[in-house]
């Protein structure tokens, strides 16, 4: 059974920082990229930032030169480094893996096979 596991979550203040991390267990897969979505109460998911293998990303613009994605192709692994947390932030951040070719674009959740159940960010002002 593949499981998906996102933990660094927490409650932190406008300013500050955390660091996201995504890893995967129960498969002998080598995912083709990794993500991050994002989803506040009340809203849809939404795309944060995704990494593919071959090196290149892909960032949502409310996020861009404030989160960084990076994490091991080997491993299946990914993390999310969150500088400068706004109250906008605030969201259940759930891990997503590609492992099969996909037409999707990076930020459709169709193009991911698996999911974590996600980890709470909360970011006060």
């Known amino acids: 059974q593949v499981q998906v596991v996102e933990s660094g979550g927490g409650l932190v203040q406008t300013g500050d920082s955390l660091r996201l991390s995504c890893a995967t267990s129960?498969?002998?897969?080598?995912?083709?990229?990794m993500a991050w979505f994002r989803q506040a109460p009340g809203e849809p998911r939404s795309f944060v930032a995704n990494?593919?293998?071959?090196?290149?990303?892909n960032y949502a613009d409310s996020v861009k030169g404030r989160f960084t994605i990076s994490g091991d192709a080997a491993s299946n692994t990914v993390n999310l480094q969150m500088n400068n947390l706004k109250p906008e932030d605030t969201a259940v951040y759930s891990c997503?893996?590609?492992?099969?070719?996909?037409?999707?674009?990076?930020?459709?959740?169709?193009?991911?096979?698996?999911w974590g159940q996600g980890t709470q960010v909360t970011v006060s002002s």
């Open positions: 990494i593919k293998w071959s090196g290149s990303t």
């Open positions: 997503a893996v590609q492992i099969t070719s996909s037409y999707y674009y990076d930020t459709a959740p169709a193009r991911y096979d698996y």
């Open positions: 129960g498969h002998n897969f080598r995912s083709i990229s």
